[in-house]
């Protein structure tokens, strides 16, 4: 991953965290529960996008780098695996 993608998930990443926030702020201060549940879905939604812009940089660069490195087998296991687990979440 390079700087500006690095640069890009770290800060979508300290916007979610600002969301997680809010979202505790809101509960301290009894807000409405269907207001609150909106902020939770919209974290929840940006933080698998933030998983998404990952999955992809690693297919994209790790990924790709093993198998040009001639480790097909091991490496589409570990994608699979990974997708499974991200797919889980």
């Known amino acids: 991953m390079n700087d500006e993608q690095k640069r890009d998930v770290i800060n ?3 916007r979610i965290e600002g969301q997680v926030k809010g979202v505790q702020r809101m509960i301290e201060e009894d807000k409405c529960c269907a207001d609150t549940l909106d902020q939770i879905a ?3 939604a940006a933080l698998y996008n ?3 812009l990952l999955l992809e940089r ?3 660069d790790c990924v790709m780098e093993a198998m040009a490195e001639g480790g097909e ?3 589409i296991d570990e994608l699979v ?3 499974k687990k991200f797919a889980r979440s």
Do not use: D, M, P, S
């Open 50 to 52: 933030a998983g998404v």
């Open 73 to 75: 087998g091991e490496v």
């Open 58 to 60: 690693h297919a994209r």
């Open 42 to 44: 919209a974290a929840r």
């Open 81 to 83: 695996r990974v997708i």
């Open 12 to 14: 979508r990443l300290k």
